[in-house]
């Protein structure tokens, strides 16, 4: 096999020398006769076969101007020799067919000859990764063929399979959907071979599948209709049977349905694998889906271990400025994440980030992506300063690729407000929101569920700067369109809603109406998310501390009772918020007189605090309100040393709005009564 390999190579290059002898003495003469453009395009298409893209592309360009030497009338393209793209062979899930450029006789029409080179200088364009100048010549080399009627399916279909991928290269999905549905109508009708229908047919199933979910049906059939003629044509194994399985696991994946697209993956991996060996990009493609498949099932072991794999073998081909390799990067990052391995997730999206430059330039949309993943990660570890400028870096790149109002642009411009609320710069957070507000109207529409999110937003801004009518405003519109588009009220987002309404009625003392917000939000987290989840622990607390304001004090115990239950069993015992639910207890206990069950509580709770440690202040609250029910318990030693603690830890923290409260006494006074506080005081 090999022998013969190398007896097909030297062939081709004796016949590429001897054309290029033939065309040497030819351009001799002083002028070009007729068939030099058949000349030019033999070398071209010798150059193609041989890998030499440029050079092919020149030939090409070279036969149109030998064209318009011999009849003015036959079009003649622009001579722009680009630089040479990026054209490795990476994974395209078969959307390049096998294409060929096409030989001229002496004997082809002009209108021929003309399709048949815009056709070849197309294709050749686009194995250099210049698909905007592919589209260009192939678009005329469909022009031609229409506009003379030119009798010749086959080149037709041809063209027509070669823009639908120009188009998908260049992101037009639904142009490139309308060119392969016609090429396969054509195909169909003309009877023209299998094998080019089954091809096209993956191509439609792909761009269905890419297009919208809504298509995925559409797309498994296309695939299905495909992989029948490719076992009809093949039999059980061939490049082009594994290419379509592949397409068809990334269908089941999107459905949901993990185990049959791992055991077609599988399938596929293990053809590729024998048909191409280890190293093959297809069988990378193969491991990387797999992989994802894992991820989605939890199997993070086995994703990470897979992953890797697929980092290795691209980089092995490709090195560190391939997509390849940073989309891999971004994977492992997303994976670590998952796993709260923050530092290890920000290692991995910085390689990523730093192979998106390499392989895409600054200014490109997955550069964008990449910062604004980075930023989402600082956020999550409230690292504000970071996190803002990576969102502003993104931002910046963003607003070069697209217009002022693109989705990608208001999401990050509502992340750079979400650090203006996290930091408590509830103005400049106020006019972000406001100015994100805006471009989602004109983008999405006044009763759109995105407008309805940032409104809420809104509206917890303005709660926060006391502006409770305007937060009770927006909030209510907000419910309203939320209600619309879900068609229900059993929604989590609706339950967030009613809550927010309750904290507002609350501040505004209307407490009855408050208690009915509340547990309209139980009741739709209740059902939808069951009775032992934390977020319905947090309207348990709401109910009861509303009962408590409005001196139900034994209808508030059995409310903090309830959130303490479902806290301790959702969170465990040791969590901060069990800590601040047990002091809300004892203080109900310790307003009743229960003085005793109530420092039990606030005991617990003081050890909680104390275990995580991450907030003194809470600590010195704590022990502040355990020194006055000493103080009411006329244990005076206990009461001093809690003050005493609670005092320390104020003015260490140089604490400006939290004061030491003791009932019934002067804090200034605490020396008169024990000598070892006067320093602290």
Not at 84 to 108: F, K, V
Not at 412 to 428: C, F, M, Q
Not at 600 to 626: C, H, P, Q
């Amino acid at each position: 096999m090999m022998n013969r390999l190398v007896t097909e190579k030297e062939s081709t290059r004796r016949r590429a020398a001897t054309v290029d002898l033939r065309l040497a003495k030819r351009q001799k003469r002083t002028t070009r006769i007729p068939d030099t453009f058949a000349l030019l395009n033999e070398c071209g298409i010798s150059a193609f076969r041989r890998g030499e893209y440029e050079e092919a592309q020149r030939c090409f360009s070279q036969a149109f101007t030998s064209i318009s030497l011999t009849n003015t009338e036959r079009p003649s393209p622009q001579l722009d020799f680009e630089a040479e793209a990026d054209h490795r062979q990476d994974y395209d899930e078969g959307m390049e067919i096998n294409c060929s450029p096409i030989a001229l006789s002496e004997n082809s029409p002009n209108t021929l000859v003309a399709s048949i080179l815009f056709y070849n200088l197309g294709l050749t364009r686009s194995r250099r990764g210049q698909h905007a100048a592919a589209e260009e010549s192939l678009k005329c080399a469909y022009k031609t063929i229409q506009t003379y009627t030119i009798q010749s399916a086959d080149l037709n279909v041809k063209v027509l399979q070669c823009l639908g991928y120009s188009a998908f290269k260049l992101g037009n999905n639904f142009e490139a959907l309308e060119y392969f549905e016609k090429a396969l109508s054509l195909s169909v009708e003309k009877k023209l071979k299998r094998l080019s229908q089954a091809a096209t047919l993956n191509c439609i199933g792909v761009l269905h599948f890419h297009e919208s979910p809504m298509r995925s049906e559409n797309a498994m059939k296309a695939l299905q209709q495909s992989l029948e003629i490719y076992l009809e044509c093949y039999g059980p194994k061939s490049i082009q049977i594994a290419t379509v399985l592949n397409n068809i696991g990334r269908v089941y994946y999107h459905f949901a349905a993990y185990d049959k697209a791992l055991g077609i993956y599988k399938q596929t991996l293990e053809m590729r694998i024998e048909l191409l060996g280890k190293d093959s990009v297809d069988v990378a493609a193969t491991i990387f889906n797999t992989a994802q498949t894992h991820h989605k099932l939890g199997d993070l072991e086995i994703a990470l271990k897979l992953y890797t794999n697929f980092l290795d073998l691209v980089q092995s081909k490709f090195g560190n400025k391939s997509r390849d390799a940073a989309l891999a990067n971004r994977c492992i990052g997303d994976l670590h994440q998952a796993r709260g391995e923050n530092s290890l997730a920000l290692k991995f999206f910085q390689k990523s980030l730093a192979s998106g430059k390499r392989a895409y330039g600054r200014c490109h949309r997955e550069v964008a992506a990449s910062l604004s993943k980075i930023g989402n990660l600082y956020f999550e570890m409230k690292n504000y300063d970071a996190a803002l400028q990576h969102y502003k870096e993104g931002l910046a790149v963003e607003e070069q690729l697209y217009e002022a109002d693109n989705r990608y642009i208001i999401t990050t411009l509502t992340n750079i407000a979400h650090i203006s609320k996290h930091r408590g710069d509830y103005e400049v957070a106020l006019k972000a929101y406001q100015a994100v507000h805006e471009r989602q109207i004109r983008v999405f529409g006044a009763e759109s569920i995105e407008v309805a999110e940032t409104v809420s937003s809104i509206g917890l801004i303005q709660y926060h700067l006391g502006d409770y009518e305007a937060s009770f405003d927006s909030y209510q519109t907000s419910l309203t369109t939320r209600r619309e588009v879900y068609g229900t009220d059993e929604h989590l987002n609706v339950a967030s809603t009613f809550n927010s309404i309750g904290l507002i009625l609350f501040k505004q003392e209307a407490y009855d109406m408050a208690k009915e917000c509340f547990n309209a939000s139980l009741r739709i987290r209740q059902k939808l998310m069951g009775p032992d989840h934390h977020d319905v622990a947090i309207l348990w607390y709401n109910i009861g501390t509303t009962y408590f304001e409005t001196g139900e004090e034994d209808t508030a115990v059995q409310m903090y009772l309830e959130a303490l239950r479902v806290e301790r069993t959702a969170l465990g015992n040791d969590h901060p918020d069990v800590a601040l639910t047990l002091q809300y207890l004892g203080r109900v206990l310790l307003q009743q007189g229960n003085l005793s069950e109530a420092m039990s509580y606030f005991k617990e709770a003081l050890a909680i605090e104390t275990k995580w440690a991450g907030d003194e202040v809470r600590v010195a609250r704590v022990l502040n309100i355990m020194g006055n029910t000493y103080l009411q318990q006329a244990k005076v030693q206990e009461m001093m040393e809690c003050f005493e603690k609670a005092a320390r830890i104020f003015v260490s923290l140089q604490q400006k709005e939290d004061n030491l409260i003791i009932v019934g006494y002067n804090f200034y006074n605490l020396s008169k009564l024990h000598p070892p506080c006067a320093e602290a005081a």
